[in-house]
């Protein structure tokens, strides 16, 4: 099954998406696309610049429900999320997926590359990864939609 | 195994990022992601070019990270913000790009028989060279690798 979780985050440093195995410790949920966007008045042309990075604990936030796109699919209790954290997961070193530079003005969507380039997520309770915005440049709030399956 | 690695670079005429092969291994890049951070001071485009080395310069060391969190440690190297130049091979640019400081650009192979081969031979490999800075702070290069 498929599903689909969005985050977003107002404030550099801070994860504006976690997606975290929640009770699976058999199943290793895969992320195969990504979107970044950013909603709001653009105060300036700098970009903001986005980190994807593993982590083992899922931080403080607002608990997300994901969406699934097959409306028979059952709802989801093995994957979880959080947007708009206020208190960071652990992050695990070494393990930047994704480092990019985006402008506020622009949406810019990742798809792996096959199945070979998805990143694959431990069958490990509350591991996962988080979205992080190190810096928020122009932005006013950076948002991160993830599609992943397990 | 795929790995992705990313280096940065505020310098002109100096390299962002290295990927060095080993002899036991051909390493084949898969995608890259070209952008930029900081303040944009001009529209001036930046040039950024992907090369052959026979030797990899002066790098910051890199850790590859895994896109799959069972994998062992990558078996190729690769260096972030060189400070000592590579060795190029004439006539090996592969890609050679002029990107607006305000946007974002990926390159995606087309498929397997458009991936960017290495040598098994030690100390060669890909690096991607900051020919102008234009209106840039920090142009960064994200590389896929498949070894």
Known sequence: MIWIGIGSQ???GLA?????????????????????????????DTNYHMIGRRSTTPGTGTAINFANPDSADPTDNNIGGRSAITVNPTLVANSTFQD????PQATFDWVAYGARDEIILPAVADSGVAFIPLTIGGAATVQVECSLYE | MIFKV??????????????????????????????????VSTDSQWQVQGKRFTAPGTTTGLTPASTDSADPAATFTAGSNATVEPTYTANTTFQDLGINPRSTFRWVAYDPRDEIIMPATANNGLGFFLNVLGGATTPQVEATVMQ
């Open chain 2, 6 to 39: 990313v280096g940065t670079q505020t310098v002109a005429g100096k390299t962002i990022l290295t990927i060095v092969s080993t002899a036991t291994i051909r390493p084949r890049l898969l995608a890259c992601i070209y952008s930029q951070v900081g303040v």
């Open chain 1, 100 to 103: 990019i530079g985006l402008s």
């Open chain 1, 10 to 12: 107002t404030v550099a």
């Open chain 1, 16 to 44: 504006a998406l976690v997606v975290r195995n929640k009770l699976l410790t058999s199943a290793r949920p895969r992320i195969f696309h990504v979107e970044y966007s950013t909603i709001g008045l653009i105060s300036s």
